[in-house]
């Protein structure tokens, strides 16, 4: 069974820091790779997405792609207390369409 | 935002009784599918669909079945409700496989009891 897994926290930032979020994938044919948000009694929402390996930036978030070393992280800059949510790590398996997601980072950015 | 719905957003059942729940869309998106969300276990694949009467199994696919007659509507039973599905179900919508991105519907918060 392919596996997603992130810690699912809580992560305590203060306002303004780095929030640092990890995601590992056992699938090594997978191929792209989402991290979504999701604010509570809310549903997921997409705020990024990468294939290639390395960086990928827009706007307060960057991703990062490893595939030699299968796990994928977000950065969030200059963190808001908006911010504050669960965020969820989303595979795409090789084969096919299943998109497999993790257990979710839960994020509290303290002002 | 995405046209999709879920009905019924929240329902109460009762052990043994079945259960269906209704995705509909407006996108004309082939993929749908069915995850359910509980603490701790981020969101799990329940069933999926490629086409109409194009289904697959997700990972926790037992005391579930799917069926798709139309692009637009993707219909998930229970066929004898357990405490255990007790959850929040979310559909789901993508246009293609791959590299795009999949929108969300609101969520089915099913209780039984």
């Known amino acids: 069974q392919k596996e997603v897994e992130q810690n699912s926290g809580p992560l305590s930032v203060p306002e303004g820091a780095i929030a640092s979020l990890n995601c590992t994938y056992s699938d090594r044919g997978s191929q792209s790779f989402f991290w979504y948000r999701q604010y509570s009694g809310k549903s997921p929402e997409l705020i990024m997405f990468i294939y290639s390996n390395g960086d990928k930036e827009d706007g307060r978030f960057t991703a990062q792609l490893n595939k030699a070393s299968q796990y994928v992280s977000l950065l969030i800059r200059d963190s808001q207390p908006s911010d504050s949510a669960t965020y969820l790590c989303a595979v795409n398996e090789a084969a096919g369409n299943k998109l497999t997601f993790g257990g979710g980072t839960r994020v509290l950015v303290k002002p | 935002d995405a046209g999709i719905t879920q009905s019924p957003r929240h329902k109460v059942t009762e052990t043994g009784t079945p259960v269906t729940l209704r995705c509909h869309q407006t996108e004309n998106h082939r993929y749908m599918y069915w995850y359910r969300q509980d603490p701790g276990h981020g969101l799990r694949l329940i069933h999926y669909s490629y086409g109409v009467k194009d289904t697959d199994k997700g990972e926790v696919s037992d005391g579930y079945s799917v069926s798709r007659s139309k692009t637009e509507d993707f219909l998930l039973t229970l066929e004898s409700a357990t405490s255990s599905q007790t959850s929040v179900y979310f559909c789901?919508?993508?246009?293609?496989?791959?590299?795009?991105?999949?929108?969300f519907g609101q969520g089915t918060r099913l209780t039984v009891v």
């Open positions: 789901a919508i993508r246009d293609g496989q791959g590299y795009t991105e999949a929108f």
